[in-house]
Each structure stands twice: as structure tokens, then as C-alpha cells.
């Protein structure tokens, strides 16, 4: 994720067109805007998004789990890869040729924003990014995991402002028992904030998040039995743990996942206030998303709905590692009504 | 668990027998023994046990999860509740008028061996037990967890010494997301440690333990949405989070917790030294082992095999919460061959 404030910096600034053979614009940008945080007061923020593609073209709002941000995927302007170049670039479902991407990094994602932050708020700073862009109505919301908890947000607060909602693995409402594994993830790193080491907490609390995230066929498949290692046990996927952990503690400040952690289990939308189209899509094996969640949200929406159950022994983390039967669900929900 | 050196407190020291209207005998005692530990060489250690009911009557070992001890019920010798009282006292399936029953305490359990602990070191120290007291064969070995591994263990190291082992929610080798998951817990010992605070890391890791021992079905039926109190997000869970983590680390030596975890990571034992019949009994909802790891394991035993598939909301926590359906069973597997 990217914090320096690069504004502006589009390697097409005349517009490009559909059929332009340059590649497709990409604009990087921040605004501040006043915000009434429904936990919190009144606050003046800053958001950060990426708009890549057409700005002609039908746009769609892509939004991923609390670690994701407005970088999607690699594109003119910025050749880092993003956090989801499986389904966004030339060539794939997510075309910026086609669409025009709006993404943000969330609310509270530099640190800067300790406290309560409301998925309902991040509905809110995606409706002021469309009034800064001048966008009226998105084509689509594409949200997983807590993106998908916001999109739903997004449908319930400012249905004129969406055509149909794409909700991946997140639903209308945080599972008690995913909360309290949050939860004491959040503990860990208050232990380690006692001895004033906020990157051992954190890193500890990023691994138990990952075994929420995966599933024990994965694990079975990939890790082999433990070890006695100079009289202490250590098992096979420590390693692996270690290696997660700590990439994600250098990258985030303890603040950000503390309050974005907490901002899942704030999650709580009525599904009879949401009427327009939705397809969600849930995979058996989320261990933090229960299935039953799903097919009782799909049960309590009021617009035309549709379901897709996949199977995958990634669990949560679908989405980011099953690319193939992802696009396959987008391509279906994004198409419909459009001309191709 | 009690750690004081009671050694032998019988209230019907003439020896009872079976149709005797006292109540049965109970001997608590402990004694050293010499052991090669299999990751941690010889040592001297002390076991201690209790031993319930007429020495006449078939025997058989009982044995829990990790956090459980020899005290299984209340008894003639001690009234304080033991942690099966479900299953073990007048009227029910380990009823001590018909069997005589023996437990231990874990070697590891009061903290003083601060070394790797095999499941197989437990199986000899128990195999020392029946050489203390005269047992020869076992007529039964019950184990749950913890419990269940170190039966296997025992079933394959001393086949000739019992003749069946009934095997709730454990198998032949820890499962490698289970383990990940008990790593994580050790690691939070090992931070809370870091500032010379055990308590705060034990009751961390005991609340992380206890979501890999129950279900979301459960946590979803028990408790509601989370709430915000003086700017954190609290969810619903966690007070009881902290009353189960506080209860336990107040009884429970910091590296009680941590050797006897590392435990159930190395367990590994070949099936197919298992010739005794068994009785298998595995959770559907069990996330800490996989259905298909008990159905690996029935079918590379070399022995009868009996396979009892239950379902319940309290997942592995089903040998403690279920108590009909396990008393079921063990009525089932108990009474084979033996003249009512």
C-alpha cells in the first residue's frame, strides 16, 4: 500500500478512448472530506483511490479484505503489483479497457483514524468518492471478504448510486465465532503492546488471522509432520507462519488492523434494505463465513438474487487463490445488461 | 487437579466387593519410576493416579484431554467434582461398582518437566501404573483428545496389556493445521512471557484454544452482535472468553500448558501396529480433527474396528458436552465380552 500523496499522475491526461491502443488511463488521488462517523463524531479524512480506465466507461468499485487497498493490480502508471492482478489488467474479467476501476484504501488503513470505524463509514467515503470523481451510478460493486461487507452497505445506504452488487465470502453481519477469534487476535497485540513490542503482537495476531483465512485440507496437503528442534516442538507450517507474519507487520501499523479488525464485527445491515441485484458468492470451507450465513442473507434480500457455493480448500481466501471460478462468477454478474 | 502427595486415602481399606453396600473403594497415590523419555532421555519422575472401585473388577484407564487429570468424579475420598463426572460415578457407564477405573495425572501436568513429552512416554508411564498395581491386562482403555492419542500409543506399545481402547476425538498423528493452530498458542505464551507476565499469555492461549474446541453452530446460538464500550469494539464472546481463560490459567503451570501442547504435536503412531479391537469415535463438526483423519486411521487399523460418527455442536468439546450419546457408546464398547 502505497501513503505518499501522489495526486494525479495519469500517463494519458487527453482521455484515452476504448479503442485507443495506448493503455488505459490510470489516475491515483486523495481528497479530504468530512465524514460523520457513526461510532465516532464528525471527522475530517483523507481518502485515497486509484480510478484506472475510461472514464466513458461503465465503472465498478473493486474492494478486497482489510489488508487489501486501492492498488488492484499493476497498470501504466504504477508497475507494483497489486492485490489482485488475478482478476484486473489487460485480457481478464476486470479489464480497464472495459471498465473503469475505482478503488480506495479503506478508512483508518494509515493509522491515522484510532477509532471505532463503521463498514457503514466506508459505504460513505465510496459515495464521496463518486460526487469527487462526478460519477453517478456504478455499474457494479465488487467487494470481498470485508469489501463485500461494505458493498452491502454501499447497495442499503445509496441504492440509486448502484446498479448490482457482487458480494464475495462477507455477509450482512459478523458470525459471533469468527468475532471472538478477532477478537483475540486484537488481544495479541495489546500483550504485546504491555512490553511496548508492537510487531511480535502484531505478527502474532496476522497468523492466527491466516488460519482463519485457510483451511486444515490445505494444510494437510501442504505441511508435514513437527519436529523436536533444540528441545522445543516446532511445526511444519511455522515457517510458513513466520514468513506471513511478518511481511504484514512491516506493512501496516498496529492502529490500522486494530481498528479494521474491529470494523468487520461492527457489521450489521438489514438485508430487506437492500433491493437491488445481488449476486453472492460462498465457499464451503470458509471457516470465518459460515455458509448457513450466506444462504441466510440470500434468503432475506429484496432485489433479484443470485448464489454461487464453491468449493475450495482455500477457504476465505477464494477469492484471492481461486482466480479461475472467481472470474467466472464476475463475468456472469458484470455482463448482464451491458452490450458486449 | 491436586497436586498434593495424598498417598493413599481408602475409606474401605479391607478391600470391598462388588455387592458390598459401601461405597467403592478409591485409592489416590503416586510413586517415582525411572523413564526413557523418547525426546528427552531418562528421567525420574513421579506419576500420580487414582484407582476407583474393586481391584477385583475388570480395569480400566481413563484418560482426557490435556487439561483433564486423574480426579475423574467425585468419590468416596474426594467430593469435589472430577472433570467426568458425566460418565463416571453410581448409575452411570464407568460405574466404579462394576469397573475398577484408574487415571493420572499427565507427566508435564504440575510443571516440573520442562522437556519434550512424547503421547508414547505417557502410554509407558501408564503401562508403569498397572506394574505398580498389579494390573496385568486392562479390560478397557478410554481415551478422549489427548487421551485417545496416548491410547493408541499404548495400544500399539502394549497390546498384550488391554483389550480394547475406545478413541474419542484423537487419532495417530496431529493433524498440521491443528498444530499450526497450537503453535500459535504457544507463541502467545512465549509473548506474554517476553514481559514477564505468564498469566496474560496463558489466558491467551487458552481462549485461542477453546475456539479450535467448539463451533461456530455453538458461538452462534450462544451469542449476539458486538458492542462498543468506551471506544473499542468488545464482542459478545469475550466475557466468557476471560472467564474460561482466567480459570485456567490460575490452575495451570505456564509450562504445563506449553509441554503438554507440544505433546499432541508429536504424536505418531503407525495404525498398522494397532492389532486390539477399537473403537473409534469421531465429531462431523470437530475442527481440530478432521472427520477424514479418523476415517485414515479406521482404515489402517489392523484390528476389529468399530467407527461411531457423531454430530454436535460443541465439536471436539463432544466427549465433554455430549454425555448420552458418549455414554452410548461406551456402553457399547465396555460391555463386549464381558458377562453382564
Not at 292 to 306: I, K, M, N, P, S
Amino acid at each position: 500500500m502505497s501513503l505518499a500523496p501522489v495526486s494525479c499522475i495519469d500517463p494519458t491526461p487527453a482521455g484515452p478512448c476504448l479503442d485507443d491502443a495506448r493503455p488505459p488511463a490510470a489516475r491515483r488521488g486523495e481528497f479530504d472530506l468530512d465524514l460523520a462517523l457513526r461510532h465516532a463524531g464528525r471527522r475530517r479524512l483523507r481518502l485515497r483511490y486509484e480510478d484506472v480506465g475510461d472514464v466513458r466507461a461503465p465503472a465498478v468499485l473493486v474492494a478486497g479484505g482489510i489488508s487489501a487497498h486501492r492498488h488492484l493490480a499493476a497498470h501504466a502508471a504504477d508497475a507494483a503489483p497489486g492485490w489482485w492482478d488475478a482478476q484486473v489488467g489487460a485480457g481478464r474479467v476486470l479489464d480497464p479497457a472495459r471498465w473503469r476501476l475505482l478503488s480506495i484504501d479503506w478508512l483508518g488503513a494509515d493509522g491515522s483514524l484510532d477509532a471505532p470505524i463503521d463498514p457503514a463509514d466506508q459505504a460513505a467515503a465510496i459515495a464521496a468518492l463518486l460526487d469527487h470523481l462526478g460519477v453517478g451510478v456504478l455499474h457494479g460493486f465488487v467487494g470481498s471478504s470485508y469489501g463485500a461487507m461494505v458493498g452491502l452497505q454501499f447497495a442499503a445506504n445509496f441504492p440509486a448510486r448502484l446498479d448490482r452488487l457482487v458480494a464475495i465470502s462477507g455477509t450482512h453481519r459478523a458470525h459471533p465465532y469468527a468475532s471472538a477469534w478477532r477478537a483475540l487476535q486484537r488481544r495479541a497485540v495489546a500483550l504485546g503492546a504491555l512490553q511496548c513490542d508492537d510487531v511480535d503482537g502484531l505478527v502474532l495476531a496476522r497468523q492466527l488471522a491466516l488460519l482463519s483465512y485457510r483451511t486444515p485440507e490445505e494444510f494437510g496437503e501442504r505441511f508435514g509432520p513437527a519436529r523436536v528442534v533444540e528441545g522445543r516442538v516446532r511445526v511444519a507450517a511455522e515457517d510458513y507462519l513466520d514468513h506471513c507474519g511478518n511481511a504484514y507487520a512491516q506493512r501496516t501499523p498496529p492502529v490500522a488492523f486494530l481498528r479494521l479488525s474491529e470494523s468487520i464485527d461492527l457489521q450489521d445491515v438489514d438485508p430487506a434494505r437492500i433491493a437491488i441485484p445481488v449476486t453472492l458468492v460462498a465457499v464451503e470451507q470458509d471457516r470465518l463465513v459460515p455458509l448457513a450465513e450466506v444462504y441466510a442473507l440470500a434468503q432475506h434480500l429484496r432485489g433479484e438474487t443470485r448464489l454461487r457455493v464453491l468449493r475450495s480448500r482455500y477457504g476465505h481466501d477464494a477469492f484471492l487463490k481461486e482466480p479461475g471460478a472467481i472470474a467466472a462468477v464476475l463475468a456472469e454478474a458484470l455482463d448482464a445488461g451491458v452490450p458486449a
